[in-house]
């Protein structure tokens, strides 16, 4: 059975940072492309950041050069810091997996098949 399982969100103030962590079971990760989505109430769930099997990344621009994705193969974990957070980032975050067979640099929903429940971020200005 293959779990998602998403931990590390919470509530900070703007310019603080979290660490958000998705751990992973019942198929093989390794083999596995990587994402973090997000979505905010009243809105469209987006993609934040995606990792490939070899440590490539892509991020969104609303995010690039404060958001890092990382990834722990020997841990099937998949990571998420975020750094110098702002109040429009609050929503919930879910990892997911891309599927096979698509292409793997992508942060477009359809293109993931396996999904977490979500972690909360709330950030206060």
């Known amino acids: 059975q293959v779990r998602l399982v998403e931990s590390g969100g919470g509530s900070v103030q703007a310019g603080g940072t979290l660490r958000l962590s998705c751990a992973a079971s019942g198929f093989t990760y390794s083999r596995y492309c990587m994402g973090w989505f997000r979505q905010a109430p009243g809105q469209a769930r987006e993609g934040v950041a995606n990792i490939d099997r070899e440590g490539a990344t892509i991020y969104d621009d609303s995010v690039k050069g404060r958001f890092t994705i990382s990834r722990d193969d020997a841990k099937n974990s998949l990571y998420l810091q975020m750094n110098r957070l702002k109040p429009e980032d609050t929503a919930i975050y879910s990892c997911?997996?891309?599927?096979?067979?698509?292409?793997?640099?992508?942060?477009?929903?359809?293109?993931?098949?396996?999904w977490g429940q979500g972690t909360q971020v709330t950030v206060a200005s």
């Open positions: 997911a997996a891309v599927r096979s067979g698509s292409f793997c640099l992508t942060l477009r929903e359809d293109d993931y098949g396996y």
